[in-house]
Every structure is written in structure tokens, then in C-alpha cells.
């Protein structure tokens, strides 16, 4: 190829990246997708055990992930969101309440042969918020950066609670796994709150560190996220689980992910105007309360449903949404900023 050429290729690709970033499809969910390909072609790769295996590998990186959240995270900051109390009930409210109880009639709607595919819907509704994208995503928007900071890394906390309990109330047999609260509580206490408050007793002496490196620790974030939905596939392609599925079953799956959103955001955005919230805070509690983590979701299915052939299909909802709310975010997040302007 000449260099004329290379050139205009290079062109090319940078003009794709940015249309996809503009629309929310950045690399790592085309990765995503690609190891669900890989793990479809090459199920043998992630379903190993013992010491040196792609899922234990993936239980240290996750501890590791974590600490180096605390580590970014300084009590500055957390100190910084502490005062708009009526923002941060609303968040929580939203995150670990309304998505609940928006998932749970829809059980008893649908068949049989779907009720995994609910089980997975309801895992995703009881996770989390977002850290890094909810932040981002409300910076962009120009809304209560402080707020976003606050109620995104409180709600990671609150869920190594409320997330087993959630599932603990409801029954998970059809996963093969049932719920054991403190047994799992304590498991993600000890994989996920331990290692950040490790992270942020250091902060005030790596934190700097961490901040300057934070695009690498993304990556090392993303790698260790890709490895579990690798596994957790492989395992489920292993045993034939997603026979059962049609693609018009899939493509339904993908719409009531992007209904979830809407009807979220709607009803946090009703309650946003009903309690006269300014710009800035509408902004952060639609965003931070209708976004769910990725991140979150990967690790606790780890200890939820350890062992589980069904995981790859208890994971379709959270990556479907997941990818749905960063494309439809980051266009609602221009749009606002432009409107405000």
C-alpha cells in the first residue's frame, strides 16, 4: 500500500471511531462482542479449573480492580457530594427500589422457557449504579459533578449488600445456585469493600499515581471484565444453554432493555420536577439513577452463581443494557448540554 494510501485508511478508521464514539459504541463494546464470538468458536478456552485458569485469574483481577478504584477515589471528593441529601435518596432510591419493582411484575408475564432470561433482567435491576461512564456521561452534560462522584462510588458500597438481598428474596433455583446472604455478602466484603478501603487509605500517598495511570488502569479494568464474560460464556456455549433462544427472543430482550431505560429515566425525571430539582441535579440523578455497572454486574455474578453453567445467559440482560444506556446516554447528554446552552 502506498502512503497515500495508508493515509486515507488511517483517515478512514479515525472518522469510524469517532461516529461510533459519538454514538456510545466505543471499543470495548465491540471487544465485548468479540468475546462472546470467541467463546461460541472456542468454548474449551475459559472452562478449565486449578490455580492457573482464565476464571481464578479473574477472581484476583477483580480484588485488584477494586482497590485501584479506592485508590482514585479520595475522601475529598466523597466529602465534596455529601450535602444535596435529597439528590442522594433519590439516586439510591432509583437504582436499588424503583428498577426492582419495575422488573419483578414481569415475571409472572412471561413463559416458562424466558424465566432465565427474567432471572438476568432482575440481577441487572438490583446491581449498582455506574462509576467512571455515570461521571462522565453527568460532566459532559454539564450537570452536579460532586453529586455524580458521591452517589456513584456510595452506590458500588451500598450493593455488596443490597444486591444479594435481592436476590436472596426471590428464587433462584432455575440458576442451580440459592442464595446464602452472608455467605455472600461476606465473600464480597472481602473481594470488593476490603480492597477499596485499602485503596483509599493509600490515596493520599498514590493517589496521584493513580490519577496519572488512569487511562492503563482502565484498560487493566476492562481486560479483567472481558476474561469473565469470556468464561462465563464458554461455559454456557459448553453446555448448548442458549439452544433455547431465538433471535427473535434475543432481539425482544434488547427492547425491554431499552423500555427499562426510558421508563427509569421518565419516572427519576418526574420525581426530579416534582421536587423542583435545578438543571444540574436533574442532570446527575437521570443519569447516575438509571445507569447500571458492568463492572458490578461481571464480579457478582462471579460469586452469586459460582460454578453455573447458566451465567452467560443470566449476563444477556446487563451487557444489552449496558450497551444500550452508554449509546442512548451519550446522545441525551449532548442534547441537554446543547439545550442549556
Not at 414481569?106 to 462509576?131: I, R
Amino acid at each position: 500500500m502506498t502512503e497515500e494510501g495508508t493515509k486515507e485508511a488511517t483517515t478512514l478508521l479515525q472518522k469510524v471511531s469517532q461516529t461510533l464514539s459519538r454514538i456510545g459504541l466505543d471499543g470495548f463494546i465491540l471487544a465485548l462482542l468479540g468475546m462472546i464470538l470467541l467463546a461460541w468458536l472456542w468454548p474449551q478456552g475459559g472452562t478449565g479449573d486449578g490455580p492457573f485458569s482464565l476464571s481464578e485469574l479473574a477472581n484476583y483481577g477483580v480484588s485488584v480492580i477494586f482497590f485501584f478504584y479506592g485508590l482514585k477515589l479520595s475522601r475529598a471528593k466523597l466529602v465534596a457530594g455529601l450535602g444535596n441529601w435529597r439528590l442522594h435518596v433519590l439516586v439510591q432510591c432509583s437504582t436499588f427500589i424503583l428498577f426492582p419493582l419495575l422488573v419483578l411484575p414481569c415475571k409472572a408475564l412471561l413463559p416458562e422457557d424466558l424465566q432465565l432470561l427474567w432471572l438476568g433482567a432482575f440481577f441487572l435491576s438490583s446491581l449498582p449504579s455506574t462509576v467512571s461512564s455515570s461521571v462522565v456521561m453527568v460532566s459532559l452534560a454539564e450537570g452536579n459533578i460532586p453529586a455524580a462522584i458521591f452517589n456513584a462510588s456510595i452506590s458500588s458500597i451500598i450493593g455488596v449488600f443490597i444486591t444479594p438481598l435481592w436476590m436472596g428474596l426471590i428464587n433462584t433455583s432455575q440458576a442451580g445456585q440459592e442464595i446464602d446472604f452472608f455467605h455472600i455478602v461476606g465473600k464480597l466484603v472481602l473481594q470488593v469493600l476490603v480492597p477499596v478501603a485499602l485503596g483509599i487509605l493509600l490515596n493520599p500517598r498514590w493517589g496521584k499515581w493513580a490519577d496519572r495511570y488512569k487511562v492503563q488502569l482502565k484498560y487493566f479494568d476492562q481486560t479483567i471484565i472481558l476474561i469473565i464474560v469470556y468464561t462465563a460464556f464458554c461455559e454456557s456455549f459448553e453446555k448448548n444453554m442458549f439452544a433455547t433462544l431465538s433471535w427473535l427472543e434475543l432481539i425482544g430482550l434488547a427492547v425491554a432493555m431499552l423500555a427499562l431505560f426510558f421508563i427509569a429515566y421518565g419516572c427519576i425525571g418526574f420525581l426530579c420536577r416534582l421536587l423542583h430539582f435545578n438543571y444540574e441535579d436533574r442532570v446527575t440523578a437521570t443519569f447516575c439513577g438509571s445507569k447500571k455497572s458492568m463492572v458490578h454486574g461481571t464480579v457478582m455474578s462471579k460469586v452469586l452463581f459460582p460454578g453455573s453453567t447458566v451465567t452467560g445467559i443470566l449476563l444477556l440482560p446487563l451487557m444489552l443494557y449496558h450497551a444500550l444506556q452508554l449509546i442512548v446516554v451519550s446522545l441525551l447528554a449532548r442534547r441537554l448540554r446543547d439545550s442549556k446552552r
